[in-house]
């Protein structure tokens, strides 16, 4: 089955830039979803298709793709952003949705 | 505004069956694909079953055997039956739908609106 590698954690400061990566085999060649979870909460669509945010989610994410790495980047990080985040793609050979593994990012 | 919410036992039985709907309100059932994926405590989000549009249904490997899941559109209703649980299957368990999206030509597979999730305990 087709494995999503996240790292377990991403810690940064107020203001700055976290990028959470998402490794599979190939992925560029497949459109990757990320959502955030806050605790106790549902998780929440950010990005979509690789790069397109739903109505409602900040400018501040944004995602790329490319080669066996996908990335979620989330700019000017505020204490709000503090979650669980995790990617997701659909593995076409044996009909499934897969998830990552999951990244928490704190906020210093 | 589609709305889902799930519902059902919160505490179920070892070896007993677990059952949950999900009610879909602001859009017709008829319209998406819906999932239904698990948390356990502490852990990542596990998709475990999917129907779609004209009734299609897949399921994870690791529980196709135990699985079953239907659609009542009469209701705007989706159901998911686990049977013979463990202490493993404890776990927070959503329902999420996927739009049927489309890019470039290619259908995308992703969720866009989530239940609120239900926590469903196996034991004694």
């Known amino acids: 089955s087709y494995v999503l590698t996240q790292p377990p954690s991403v810690s940064v400061a107020p203001g700055k830039t976290a990028r959470i990566t998402c490794g599979g085999t190939?992925?560029?060649?497949?459109?990757v979803h990320w959502y955030q979870q806050m605790p106790g909460q549902a998780p929440v669509l950010v990005v979509y298709?690789?790069?397109d945010r739903p109505s409602g989610i900040p400018e501040r994410f944004s995602g790329s793709n490319s080669g066996n790495t996908a990335t979620l980047t989330i700019s000017r990080v505020e204490a709000g952003d503090e979650a669980d985040y995790y990617c997701?793609?659909?593995?076409?050979?044996?009909?499934?949705?897969?998830f990552g593994t999951g990244t928490r990012v704190t906020v210093l | 505004q589609v709305q889902l919410q799930e519902s059902g036992p919160g505490l179920v039985k070892p070896s007993e069956t677990l059952s949950l709907t999900c009610t879909v309100s602001g859009g017709s059932i008829s319209d998406f694909s819906l999932s239904w994926i698990r948390q356990t405590p502490g852990k990542g989000l596990e998709w475990i079953a999917f129907?779609?549009?004209?009734?299609?249904?897949n399921y994870s490997p690791s529980l196709k055997s135990r699985l079953t899941t239907s659609v009542d559109t009469s209701k705007n209703q989706v159901s998911l039956k686990l049977s013979s649980v463990t202490a493993a299957d404890t776990a927070v368990y959503y329902c999420?739908?996927?739009?049927?999206?489309?890019?470039?030509?290619?259908?995308?597979?992703?969720?866009?609106?989530w239940g609120q999730g239900t926590l469903v305990t196996v034991s004694p």
């Open positions: 997701q793609v659909w593995e076409s050979s044996s009909d499934q949705y897969v």
């Open positions: 298709d690789d790069s």
């Open positions: 190939n992925i560029g060649i497949k459109s």
């Open positions: 129907i779609s549009d004209n009734g299609r249904t």
């Open positions: 999420a739908r996927d739009p049927q999206g489309y890019s470039g030509g290619w259908r995308i597979y992703y969720f866009d609106y």
